[in-house]
């Protein structure tokens, strides 16, 4: 949900649904770059478009946005 589709809004609400708090979602997603770079599979890590800051992101930097905006997000 987060790191291919970049969707911060599901990815909020499914921390909701399972229980984990906004720290733990970021430990898991920063576990989840790590494994990945360790792999040598970083496409889904590479900038991608997004509509709402008018930017190409890469994985850590559309992260490091949505963690500033989490408590603003709907669900």
């Known amino acids: 949900m987060s790191a ?3 969707n911060a809004h599901g990815t909020k609400h499914l ?6 708090s906004k720290e733990e979602v970021k430990k898991v997603l920063e ?16 900038p991608c478009y997004d509509y709402r800051t008018g ?3 890469s994985f850590e930097e559309w992260m490091d946005h949505y963690w500033k905006i989490w408590d603003k997000l709907s669900v």
Do not use: P, S, W
């Not at 921390?15 to 984990?20: E, H, K, L, S, V």
């Not at 576990?31 to 599979?41: S, T, Y």
């Open 4 to 6: 291919v589709y970049r």
């Open 55 to 57: 930017k190409y992101l």
């Open 31 to 46: 576990e989840f770059v790590d494994e990945i770079k360790k792999e040598g599979n970083t496409k889904t890590l590479e």
């Open 15 to 20: 921390a909701r649904q399972y229980g984990f």
